[in-house]
């Protein structure tokens, strides 16, 4: 993005303004570069850049209380994949073996953070249920309670002998 003319400090209008977050957002965000690299590009002081990621980060924070976390991971996921497709099509582009190599490094680093996201969702999500179902057994022990709940999220393959006595406890208790 180019300014229609260099600004070295303010008053700016409210058009320039959201043109200029718009590409911080941009450059921060979708490509990683530091306030300080923004600045260079935009040819816009420093601290005009730090003041425009403070409030963009300000305004995620804010969209993050009010926005179910799962549609804030998939739009992070969708950002990412849309970089990873972006990329995908300059690597056909690509003739030079060690540029090649490059981009198929920057494509594994996206594909390992969805990776590292969706590994990071299950377990705190495990985490979550193991300290509410911690949580309920403490208080019904508390309140002296004979009953407690048993949480487990995953498959067990067991005997059929096994099998039929869970099940046979499971039911027992299901009675009320």
Same mark, same amino acid.
Do not use: C
């Given at each position: ?6 600004? $070295? ?14 590409? /911080? ?18 040819? /816009? $002081? ?16 804010? @969209? ?11 739009? &992070? ?15 056909? @582009? ?18 390992? @953070?969805?990776?590292?996201? &969706? ?20 208080? &019904? ?7 407690? /709940?048993?949480? &487990? ?24």
């Amino acid at each position: 993005m180019e300014l229609e003319h260099e600004k $070295n400090g303010g008053p700016y209008t409210k058009d320039e303004q959201r043109k200029r977050r718009d590409e /911080v957002y941009r450059l921060h965000f979708e490509y990683g570069y530091s306030a300080r690299k923004i600045a260079e590009f935009l040819k /816009v $002081n420093r601290g005009t850049i730090n003041r425009d990621i403070m409030q963009l980060y300000a305004n995620i924070a804010n @969209k993050w209380r009010h926005l179910d976390p799962e549609v804030f991971v998939r739009n &992070q996921v969708e950002r990412l994949e849309l970089q990873r497709t972006r990329l995908r099509k300059q690597l056909d @582009k690509v003739e030079s073996f060690h540029e090649k190599i490059i981009v198929e490094k920057i494509i594994l680093d996206i594909d390992m @953070k969805i990776t590292n996201l &969706q590994i990071r969702l299950v377990e705190t999500t495990s985490n979550i249920h193991k300290r509410i179902s911690d949580g309920i057994n403490e208080w &019904q022990k508390e309140e002296k309670s004979g009953k407690r /709940v048993f949480l &487990q999220e995953m498959f067990f393959e067991v005997s059929e002998k096994a099998y039929k006595k869970l099940y046979n406890i499971y039911k027992e208790d299901m009675k009320f």
